[in-house]
Each structure stands twice: as structure tokens, then as C-alpha cells.
Nanobody
Framework: QGQLVESGGGLVQAGESLKISCTAS??????????MGWFRQAPGKNREGVAC????????YYRDSAKGRFTISRDNSKNKLYLQMDSVMREDTAMYYC??????????????????????WGQGTQVTVFG
């Protein structure tokens, strides 16, 4: 049974940096062929796509508020997905989830919509920005 586990969340002061990770295990082909993404959900709000990446890492999407501040990356040899968050703002406070889907192609990747990632989801890691 495949699973994704997020880690690295916590309290961070506005303007500082935080890097969160997602580790995959038990997937049929490790991470080969799986597009992946970071999504977040704040209390009372819908889940939204933050950044998505193709399985080779050659195509990336960022929501407008993340452009220039966040960097998504992956290391398929380590079964890991990362999100480097710089210059964080209080509006970035949310539960952050990683997801993987074998059937997300480049058109879906550019939309980075949670509903189109259906194969695997993690349980989330909380990021709280203060100050």
C-alpha cells in the first residue's frame, strides 16, 4: 500500500524560510511517472494548489502568490518531494499536503488542481506563520 508522509512543518516568523518534505513509500514504481504537487488548506477555505511538478521535474507550476517565493523540487532516487518556502507571509498559514498521480499530464499539471490528483495523498503538515 503506497503512502506519502509530509514533514518539516512548524512555526515560522514572517519573512523567514521553511522547507517541507514529502516521502513516498510503497508506490508501484517508486515516484517514476508520477506528477506531484503541494496543496494547502487553511481553516474555512478550500484546498488550493501551491505548486506542481512533472515526474521528470522539467515542468513546474506555481500559484501566483507563490511565484518568486516558493520552489518545488523532487529527488526521485530518494522518493522525495520538497517545497522551499522563502519570505513566508501570514497568509501562507495552512495545512500543507503532498499528492501524487500517475495520470496527471502536462495540461493538468498547469492547472495544479487538487481534484485532479487522485492516486495518493499525505496526511499533511501544519505551517503556521506568525509576526
Amino acid at each position: 500500500q503506497g503512502q506519502l508522509v509530509e514533514s518539516g512543518g512548524g512555526l515560522v516568523q514572517a519573512g523567514e524560510s521553511l522547507k517541507i518534505s514529502c516521502t513516498a513509500s510503497g508506490l508501484p514504481s517508486n515516484l517514476d511517472g508520477y506528477a506531484m504537487g503541494w496543496f494547502r488548506q487553511a481553516p474555512g477555505k478550500n484546498r488550493e494548489g501551491v505548486a506542481c511538478i512533472s515526474w521528470r521535474g522539467d515542468s513546474k507550476y506555481y500559484r501566483d502568490s507563490a511565484k518568486g517565493r516558493f520552489t518545488i523540487s523532487r529527488d526521485n532516487s530518494k522518493n522525495k518531494l520538497y517545497l522551499q518556502m522563502d519570505s513566508v507571509m501570514r497568509e501562507d498559514t495552512a495545512m500543507y499536503y503532498c499528492a501524487a498521480d500517475f495520470n496527471v499530464g502536462y495540461p493538468e499539471l498547469q492547472r495544479c488542481i487538487a481534484e485532479e490528483f487522485t492516486d495518493y495523498w499525505g496526511q499533511g503538515t501544519q505551517v503556521t506563520v506568525f509576526g
